[in-house]
């Protein structure tokens, strides 16, 4: 990678921890956890390591999408218990407001279960999350506009294709039987378990791409690391808070380890960011929370490994190039 490119994306990673960082920032002073939407760590990540990527060229759904879902998952959690039930309408209610919207933010899905399974059902929910992917929306517009950079101009990369082809919604669903059995096993295993961060909500969106989108997706490429990926993230994630307490120190080791993570490993699942993040918000945040991830993230390895050997689902072979 040239020495330019390589300034040009430190440069957008410490952007996008800035970002999250100021959002961390305001939610404590605040006293608004929910300020901090976890998901917001991998879109910031993604817009600005990508002023010319799918997420980044869509402003406007970027700020909206996540706010509107998050609209239906305080209606679902108002009027109905957790259950399988509840579950199936935030997921598919939002994938279908998704593809009403035409909006290509997938972890706007998260948005909505996120508030499920927090039991979140305060309209300053989705105000809160409308704040920060507005303010998001806002920042990333501008550094596509008066930013200077060689990627505003160079032809797209390889792997800028492929990240551009996953962030873009489905035109086939083909593999939605196989992403719903997921989901219900998933859902049973909390259940099972008593953990229902089992069925966290970014696994939610890792999943959806990685079925959506099996032949490019690169953790569909090595869903064997996928737990372990997930695993550290949210291990790290529950000991940067349980050393500096919530806030902006705490939210921003998450968030670079993180990315440290996914890029040492050429693992592009940048829906996983939003892992060492949960903590901050959820009530209580101990070593269960790293186990039911392991948990619901191995079962997705193993679900999606049937679903390549059942459907005949082919693995990318060519060389996709290093994610940026």
Not at 278 to 294: E, K, N, S, T, Y
Request: charged content about 10%; proline content about 7%.
């Amino acid at each position: 990678m040239r020495t330019s490119e390589s300034r040009r994306i430190l440069s957008a990673v410490l952007i996008s921890l800035c970002f999250m960082g100021g959002i961390a920032g305001a939610a404590s002073a605040a006293g608004i956890a929910l300020l901090l939407f976890p998901e917001s760590a991998a879109l910031s990540y993604d817009v600005f390591v990508r002023p010319r990527g799918t997420w980044a060229r869509a402003p406007w759904m970027l700020a909206l999408s996540p706010a509107v879902t998050a609209v239906l998952g305080v209606l679902v959690t108002r009027y109905l218990p957790y259950s399988a039930i509840s579950m199936a309408i935030c997921i598919v209610g939002a994938i279908v407001m998704l593809k009403l919207m035409r909006s290509p933010i997938a972890p706007a899905i998260s948005a909505c279960v996120l508030a499920l399974s927090l039991g979140e059902k305060s309209w300053l929910y989705p105000l809160a999350i409308l704040l920060g992917t507005g303010t998001l929306a806002v920042l990333s517009s501008a550094y596509r506009r008066f930013v200077d950079t060689e990627a505003a101009h160079a032809a797209p990369s390889t792997a800028d294709r492929v990240n551009d082809e996953i962030e873009s919604l489905p035109r086939q669903f083909r593999w939605a039987p196989f992403y719903v059995v997921f989901l219900g096993a998933a859902y049973l295993l909390s259940i099972a378990t008593g953990m229902r961060m089992v069925f966290f909500p970014p696994l939610v969106v890792l999943a959806f791409e990685m079925f959506a989108h099996a032949d490019v997706c690169p953790w569909a490429q090595r869903p064997v690391l996928l737990p372990a990926l997930c695993t550290l993230a949210a291990a790290v994630g529950v000991a940067a808070l349980a050393t500096f307490g919530p806030g902006v120190t705490s939210t921003v080791l998450a968030m670079l380890f993180g990315i440290v993570m996914l890029r040492a490993t050429r693992v592009h699942a940048i829906p996983a960011l939003a892992i060492g993040l949960l903590p901050q918000i959820m009530p209580r945040a101990d070593w269960h929370f790293p186990l039911a991830v392991g948990m619901g993230s191995t079962l997705l390895t193993v679900s999606f490994l049937l679903f390549q050997k059942t459907s005949g689902a082919r693995r990318q072979v060519a060389a996709v190039g290093t994610p940026t």
